[in-house]
């Protein structure tokens, strides 16, 4: 689940120069290193959108990020986002003022030149058309923006909002070309005018082709001459046999855990073929409705909190490919900590009890755990079922599992008929503003009745506005410890990336990080 994802006058930006990001890498012509063979890639997930104010999905924000450029981006292995239309961007005033220059000689697939119009227009334009399925709420702190030349765009912000570039690295900040997309709704004809280092040459359901952009300037070194990437619409065995076959170079989103430690466990390089293992912020929770009459209990929270056994999920359910997580933000995110299990420790059946009885319960607690089946990966249903058989062994509880379709399992969420189920989310941005501010307050994404007016109306918002993010580790420490003592959810694991590839092909361990920005131009056949 992708969370709902962020200017100056002339006589002012000699004074704001010091405080400007430097471009790294940022000679022209990025491109220029072409080499290799067109690489075939393919994954499970769809594309649902060519259109950057519509996509708001794995699949649509491959496309993104590779044929549409953002001011900024994340470079392979950091998740500190630097220039990349830009030449030059930083904060003024606060964190309310955010002024980028743009480097010279950009222009789009089309030789369009990309000016400070195209950038005002298609941040407008997404927060105008404002589509469901879209990146505005990650832009929703933009008050105004105003263009003063060609080559200077300033973002006047309502709110101080310091992780503003993390939001407009991402997917959410693609420019496009005024000149071909309408100011108030969606492109329609499947086409994309890019400046990014490739274009959309054509796509169907079963295929998109990408070839090389020879007017992109910018970092990235491309290393093929295109990308072909086949479609296999949620077919995980189609997917497979299309590896064995050597009909694809690249599997990518999509294999099971099952086959991917099956691949691990076998001597894979015998078959021509390398699993390659990379780092992710994915993580999925149990969610309580803190206003369900059972585990609207925190006692009944903490005895669950007690009893769930991570290391078992992990091994015996995702076959190794994830990771125990013990806290809201994720590890390699900076603010991270361990607060529950400093809290709660390891799989303590005593410990559970003594939760109950200090609440007043003597008998089994009976319970429902929900799921739904492929939403959140294929083995979460598997997993539910886990967990509420680790919460019977103890003798505590009477739980079961059910699963129902992911669009009911929706409503009854925001109906509040449930009072446990499971929620996955793969993030925007690697901060850690994207895994603390959408979950909490009234309108919070996991739709579990939790707020907390200290979190939301103290320390989110210090966070929010220091630029200096190394600065906010004790903040989101105490927030995470808040979140760990009245268990509003409980973490469960943190996934790992993995693509897997024959003989001849390289550089994917550049395109597999907390980011979750594949980068076409890192790979390389032949």
Not at 56 to 75: A, E, H, K, T
Not at 140 to 148: A, C, F, K, M, N
Not at 364 to 370: A, E, G, R, S
Not at 389 to 418: C, M, P, T, W
Request: net charge negative; with cysteine.
């Amino acid at each position: 689940m992708k969370a709902h994802n962020k200017w100056l006058t002339a006589p002012l930006a000699a004074g704001l120069a010091a405080a400007m990001l430097s471009g790294c890498g940022t000679e022209q012509g990025g491109g220029s290193g072409d080499s290799g063979d067109t690489v075939r890639v393919g994954m499970s997930d769809d594309i649902m959108a060519t259109d950057p104010a519509a996509g708001y999905d794995p699949g649509s924000w491959l496309l993104f990020n590779n044929v549409f450029q953002s001011l900024l981006s994340f470079p392979k292995g950091t998740s500190e986002p630097e220039p990349e239309a830009a030449d030059k961007c930083g904060f003024q005033s606060g964190s309310k003022v955010y002024t980028c220059t743009l480097r010279d000689g950009l222009k789009f697939s089309n030789g369009n030149p990309l000016t400070s119009e195209d950038v005002k227009f298609s941040f407008e334009r997404a927060l105008k058309i404002a589509d469901p399925s879209g990146p505005a709420p990650l832009l929703s702190t933009i008050d105004r923006i105003e263009t003063p030349d060609e080559k200077t765009v300033v973002f006047r912000l309502k709110v101080p909002d310091a992780t503003f570039p993390s939001k407009i690295a991402s997917g959410a900040g693609s420019i496009v070309d005024h000149r071909e997309y309408p100011a108030d709704a969606l492109r329609t004809d499947g086409k994309t005018a890019g400046s990014g280092p490739y274009k959309l040459d054509s796509i169907s359901k079963t295929e998109a082709v990408f070839t090389a952009n020879d007017a992109y300037h910018g970092n990235a070194k491309r290393r093929n001459s295109g990308v072909t990437l086949k479609l296999y619409d949620g077919d995980r065995e189609a997917l497979s046999k299309a590896l064995s076959a050597d009909e694809i170079d690249v599997a990518y989103r999509g294999l099971s855990a099952d086959e991917i430690a099956t691949l691990e466990a076998s001597t894979s390089a015998d078959k021509g073929i390398e699993v390659v293992q990379g780092t992710s912020a994915e993580v999925q929770h149990l969610v309580f409705n803190v206003k369900d009459p059972v585990v609207g209990k925190l006692g009944v929270r903490k005895a669950i909190a007690h009893l769930v056994d991570r290391e078992a999920l992990v091994q015996d359910i995702h076959k190794s490919t994830a990771t125990p997580l013990y806290s809201i933000v994720p590890a390699g995110i900076p603010g991270h900590n361990t607060a529950f299990f400093d809290t709660y420790g390891s799989p303590d059946k005593g410990k559970a009890e003594k939760a109950l009885r200090s609440a007043g319960i003597t008998g089994k607690v009976k319970l429902t755990l929900w799921s739904t089946p492929s939403r959140y990966g294929p083995s979460t249903d598997q997993e539910v079922k886990a967990i509420a058989e680790q919460l019977n062994a103890s003798g505590l509880f009477d739980a079961d599992a059910k699963s129902v379709a992911y669009e009911q399992y929706e409503k009854d969420i925001a109906a509040g008929k449930y009072g446990v189920y499971v929620k996955g989310w793969v993030p925007d941005y690697p901060d850690a503003d994207n895994f603390t501010t959408p979950f909490f307050g009234d309108d919070n994404v996991l739709g579990n009745r939790y707020d907390n007016a200290q979190i939301t109306g103290e320390l989110l918002p210090a966070v929010a506005a220091s630029p200096d993010r190394s600065e906010t580790g004790s903040t989101y420490n105490k927030v995470q410890d808040l979140v760990a003592e009245e268990l509003p959810l409980l973490p469960l694991w943190q996934g790992k990336q993995y693509a897997v590839a024959r003989d001849g092909v390289t550089g994917l361990e550049w395109t597999l990080d907390a980011s979750t920005v594949f980068r076409f131009w890192e790979i390389k056949k032949g």
